[in-house]
């Protein structure tokens, strides 16, 4: 027999971002759900496991609320909720068809305080409401939308309670003053699989030191968004109606019409892949653009103006019915602007299905021209958690754990010469990481290579570490003054005389390949630039590589239909449970973007209780997916050398 649909506070904030969502949510087995996976892998990469086990640690009388179904949950809490004071985590309620489960919830008599525990953090630049706008910013209002729900269920639920809403933050403004504060919280998994948080040693409040989350109230937000009035297609709601509207559709398991949204559909989670479609499952995306436009699916196999890259019209073509790239003219854009220029060469060539790189030659040539040999090419893997590893860190401070670095001399010898893993469990690595980096440099003045701006914000960052702590490393001053002369800081418009160059900015100017589609990651520009490039297919269609971590390797192996397999899926995977498929999936905004395997792989090595052959594994892997980082970037400007070259 089915449970319940009660609307949860997180199906209601996934309805705020799109109420069709609610019928497809939940049916995993009909409607696949890429954010399942995209969730589980933020939250153990960036530490969210971490932090709402760090906030209960905080109220040490508190009781948790273990019991999973509704019933027992709801029974339990009504129990607890019989003292006077009490402190619950996970506290159940229940008003109407509304369901919550409140991450703390403290009772002092009528006083009730309901504390939303997020893993986001919190600054001193840090504002709930836009500059100019007044308006509460886009990037606070879902959580502050969440907040809201619970506390109207709350109110309902007992009306005599006087309810105040706090969020629970990462505090960046604050720094732990003990070592190893992250090694006391460690992932681990049931019998059935499900991801957990077990805390390790002394976690007293005042074993845990300086306080790390900072609680702020959002009343005030509270309140104003509960006095706004929500659109659902042509309806308008009050905030209760609102709430209603939505948890009786639910309840009944009726599809809310679909309304085509920019950014609403571009973001979409419930898009199946071709092999779940083959599998029989359903893409609710295809289903919504069905329901709202009556396109078939034929039609919807055609590109869509929400995959032109970087474009900020697609609203606009979708007002005027203009759904597909198809219906896009040159008019549309100003060509003379190099970004829009870009953007309808991808119209183009996606529209007539034309493969044929697009390469431009002459200002590729030009940038040759510019560069110091030899030419070194590195690329970095970090993390930024919300606990600390070590005394003086705040939450969200980068950790730079691993390096690789190419080099290609002027007459286009290449050799993987040098690569950095930090794996040691609880150890903060940046000017161990830095130190390395710089002997690896310094030899030379060539130009040296990074892809995207990654790598400059990171040696900016640590250079601010240093700064900060100048009285405790004794090379201090000649590191920072090193990661001067190979970066930029706008802030201060200083620029480095071995500056960075960006090797995704000459992309962006002077390189296209329909495979690309929206992106110019470098996991797109790889397998791109190897299928329409004879000069790579010839050297690397051989064994003969050679770097730290591949013996005579040939990288260009091709499918059942001869077209080149994308290098990075034949290397095994990082993890035996985390398909590269899911890594692959996440959403281009998120941080674990392109480097999703190797910051989950690092949080799972500090953060999980692994065996010695799994430490050695997963370090052999990330080794593995650096060093093809670096020699992707070797490969492109080959790529580009030869085309310069051809006669």
């Given at each position: 027999?089915?449970?319940?649909?009660?609307?949860t506070?997180?199906?209601?904030?996934?309805?705020?971002?799109?109420?069709?969502?609610?019928?497809?949510?939940?049916?995993?087995?009909?409607?696949?759900?890429?954010?399942?996976?995209?969730?589980?892998l933020?939250?153990?990469?960036?530490?969210?496991?971490?932090?709402?086990e760090?906030?209960?640690?905080?109220?040490?009388?508190?009781?948790?609320?273990?019991?999973?179904?509704?019933?027992?949950?709801?029974?339990?809490?009504?129990?607890?909720?019989?003292?006077?004071?009490?402190?619950?985590?996970?506290?159940?309620?229940r008003?109407?068809?509304?369901?919550?489960?409140?991450d703390?919830?403290?009772?002092?008599?009528?006083?009730?305080?309901?504390?939303e525990?997020?893993?986001k953090?919190f600054?001193?630049?840090s504002?709930?409401?836009?500059?100019?706008?007044?308006?509460?910013?886009?990037?606070?209002?879902?959580?502050?939308?969440?907040v809201?729900?619970?506390?109207?269920?709350?109110?309902?639920?007992?009306?005599e309670?006087l309810?105040?809403?706090?969020?629970?933050?990462?505090d960046?403004?604050?720094?732990?003053?003990?070592?190893?504060l992250?090694?006391?919280?460690?992932?681990?998994?049931?019998?059935?699989?499900?991801?957990?948080?077990?805390?390790?040693?002394?976690?007293?409040?005042?074993?845990?030191?300086?306080?790390?989350l900072?609680?702020?109230?959002?009343?005030?937000?509270?309140?104003?968004?509960?006095?706004?009035?929500?659109?659902?297609?042509?309806?308008?709601?009050s905030?209760?109606?609102?709430?209603?509207?939505?948890?009786?559709?639910?309840?009944?398991d009726e599809?809310?019409?679909?309304?085509?949204?920019?950014?609403?559909?571009?973001?979409?989670?419930?898009?199946a892949?071709?092999?779940?479609?083959?599998?029989?499952?359903?893409?609710?995306?295809?289903?919504?653009w069905?329901?709202a436009?009556?396109?078939?699916?034929?039609?919807?196999?055609?590109?869509?103006?929400?995959d032109?890259?970087?474009?900020?019209?697609?609203?606009?073509?979708?007002?005027?019915?203009?759904?597909?790239?198809?219906?896009?003219?040159?008019?549309?854009?100003?060509?003379?602007?190099?970004?829009?220029?870009?953007?309808?060469?991808?119209?183009?060539?996606?529209?007539?299905?034309?493969?044929?790189?697009?390469?431009?030659?002459?200002?590729?040539?030009?940038?040759?021209?510019?560069?110091?040999?030899?030419?070194?090419?590195?690329?970095?893997?970090?993390?930024?958690?919300?606990?600390?590893?070590?005394?003086?860190?705040?939450?969200?401070?980068?950790?730079?754990?691993?390096?690789?670095?190419?080099?290609?001399?002027?007459?286009?010898?290449?050799?993987?010469?040098?690569?950095?893993?930090?794996?040691?469990?609880?150890k903060?690595?940046?000017?161990?990481?830095?130190?390395r980096?710089?002997?690896?440099?310094?030899?030379?003045?060539?130009?040296?290579?990074?892809y995207?701006?990654h790598?400059?914000?990171?040696?900016?960052?640590?250079?601010v570490?240093?700064?900060?702590?100048?009285?405790?490393?004794?090379?201090?001053?000649?590191?920072?003054?090193?990661?001067?002369?190979?970066?930029?800081?706008?802030?201060?418009?200083?620029?480095?005389?071995?500056n960075?160059?960006?090797?995704?900015?000459?992309?962006?100017s002077?390189?296209?390949?329909?495979?690309?589609?929206?992106?110019?990651?470098?996991?797109k520009?790889?397998?791109?630039?190897?299928?329409?490039?004879?000069?790579?297919?010839?050297?690397?269609?051989?064994p003969?590589?050679?770097g730290?971590?591949?013996?005579?390797?040939?990288?260009v192996?091709?499918?059942?239909s001869?077209?080149?397999?994308?290098?990075?899926?034949l290397?095994?995977?990082?993890?035996?449970?985390?398909?590269?498929?899911?890594?692959?999936?996440l959403p281009?905004?998120?941080?674990?973007?392109?480097?999703?395997a190797?910051?989950?792989?690092?949080?799972?090595?500090?953060?999980?209780?692994?065996?010695?052959?799994e430490?050695?594994?997963?370090?052999?892997?990330?080794?593995?997916?650096?060093?093809?980082d670096?020699?992707?970037?070797?490969?492109?400007?080959?790529?580009?050398?030869?085309?310069?070259?051809?006669?």
């Amino acid at each position: 027999m089915p449970g319940p649909r009660y609307l949860t506070k997180s199906r209601f904030r996934l309805a705020t971002e799109c109420p069709t969502k609610l019928f497809y949510t939940g049916k995993q087995d009909i409607y696949p759900d890429k954010a399942i996976e995209n969730t589980f892998l933020a939250a153990l990469a960036e530490g969210g496991f971490q932090v709402g086990e760090l906030a209960k640690a905080y109220f040490p009388t508190g009781h948790t609320i273990q019991a999973l179904d509704y019933e027992t949950a709801l029974a339990e809490t009504s129990v607890l909720l019989e003292q006077e004071n009490v402190i619950i985590f996970e506290a159940a309620v229940r008003y109407e068809n509304q369901f919550i489960r409140i991450d703390v919830l403290r009772k002092q008599g009528k006083v009730f305080d309901l504390i939303e525990v997020k893993a986001k953090s919190f600054g001193v630049e840090s504002i709930f409401r836009g500059k100019k706008s007044g308006k509460i910013s886009n990037d606070w209002r879902p959580y502050l939308i969440d907040v809201a729900y619970q506390d109207y269920v709350l109110r309902n639920a007992l009306p005599e309670a006087l309810v105040r809403p706090s969020l629970m933050l990462a505090d960046k403004n604050s720094s732990t003053n003990i070592d190893g504060l992250n090694q006391k919280f460690k992932i681990t998994h049931t019998e059935l699989g499900q991801a957990f948080c077990k805390t390790v040693g002394d976690v007293s409040v005042e074993g845990l030191g300086a306080p790390i989350l900072v609680k702020i109230n959002v009343e005030e937000y509270v309140r104003e968004l509960q006095g706004d009035t929500y659109a659902v297609n042509d309806q308008l709601f009050s905030f209760e109606n609102y709430v209603r509207f939505l948890s009786e559709k639910y309840g009944e398991d009726e599809r809310i019409p679909p309304q085509i949204e920019c950014s609403v559909c571009s973001k979409c989670q419930f898009r199946a892949t071709a092999e779940e479609e083959a599998d029989e499952k359903i893409s609710g995306y295809n289903e919504c653009w069905k329901t709202a436009l009556g396109f078939s699916e034929a039609e919807l196999k055609a590109p869509s103006v929400l995959d032109i890259w970087s474009f900020r019209k697609k609203q606009e073509f979708l007002e005027s019915q203009r759904f597909f790239m198809r219906d896009i003219q040159r008019e549309d854009f100003n060509t003379e602007k190099p970004t829009q220029a870009r953007q309808w060469l991808q119209v183009q060539k996606t529209v007539a299905n034309d493969s044929t790189p697009w390469v431009d030659v002459e200002g590729l040539r030009e940038a040759f021209s510019t560069w110091t040999w030899p030419l070194h090419l590195i690329d970095f893997e970090t993390s930024a958690v919300a606990i600390p590893f070590t005394a003086n860190r705040r939450p969200y401070e980068v950790t730079a754990f691993q390096f690789s670095h190419h080099v290609i001399t002027e007459d286009w010898q290449v050799e993987h010469v040098d690569e950095y893993l930090n794996a040691e469990i609880g150890k903060f690595p940046n000017f161990e990481f830095v130190r390395r980096l710089k002997v690896s440099l310094q030899n030379d003045e060539g130009s040296i290579f990074c892809y995207a701006a990654h790598e400059n914000t990171v040696l900016n960052q640590i250079r601010v570490q240093l700064e900060d702590a100048a009285d405790e490393v004794s090379d201090g001053s000649e590191l920072i003054e090193w990661i001067k002369t190979i970066t930029h800081d706008s802030k201060t418009n200083w620029v480095g005389h071995r500056n960075m160059v960006d090797l995704l900015e000459l992309v962006k100017s002077h390189y296209f390949q329909l495979d690309m589609g929206g992106s110019n990651s470098i996991k797109k520009v790889l397998p791109a630039i190897l299928n329409s490039s004879s000069f790579l297919q010839d050297k690397y269609g051989q064994p003969g590589y050679n770097g730290f971590n591949f013996k005579n390797k040939m990288w260009v192996e091709r499918d059942e239909s001869g077209r080149v397999i994308d290098p990075y899926k034949l290397l095994p995977n990082v993890f035996s449970d985390i398909s590269q498929e899911e890594l692959d999936q996440l959403p281009s905004n998120t941080s674990l973007s392109d480097g999703g395997a190797a910051m989950t792989a690092y949080a799972r090595m500090q953060f999980s209780d692994l065996s010695n052959s799994e430490l050695q594994s997963m370090q052999e892997a990330l080794l593995r997916y650096c060093e093809l980082d670096t020699l992707a970037m070797v490969m492109i400007l080959e790529a580009w050398n030869a085309d310069i070259s051809a006669p």
